[in-house]
Nanobody, 120 residues
């Protein structure tokens, strides 16, 4: 069993900053990819940022230059540093990961989400 738990969401004013964390736990052998998606009410879930085991990153165009993804591999944790937040960034942010388990299984797992609200 593998779990992802997000934290760090909350209320921030436009132009403010927020840092999200996602910790993976369970029978994990290695993590290939970790990333973040978000979903606003009435909209499709969209990719925000990903980081692969090679440290290669990719970002949605809407967040480039404002969001930074990073990983702490020994802690099986991924972060999303968000600055210059805009009201349109408000969404539930979901952590996801592609992992190999201790029993040599490949899994894609998702967290339950953390709510980011951007409002004055």
């Amino acid at each position: 069993q593998v779990q992802l738990v997000e934290s760090g969401g909350g209320l921030v004013q436009p132009g403010g900053s927020l840092r999200l964390s996602c910790a993976a736990s369970g029978s994990i052998f290695s993590i290939y990819t970790m990333g973040w998606h978000r979903q606003a009410p009435g909209k499709q879930r969209e990719l925000v940022a990903t980081m692969h085991s090679s440290s290669i990153t990719n970002y949605a165009n809407s967040v480039k230059g404002r969001f930074t993804i990073s990983r702490d591999n020994p802690k099986n944790t991924v972060y999303l540093q968000m600055i210059s937040l805009r009201p349109e960034d408000a969404a539930v942010y979901y952590c996801n990961a592609v992992v190999s388990t201790s029993s040599n299984r490949r899994l894609e797992v998702w967290g339950q989400g953390t709510l980011v609200t951007v409002s004055s």
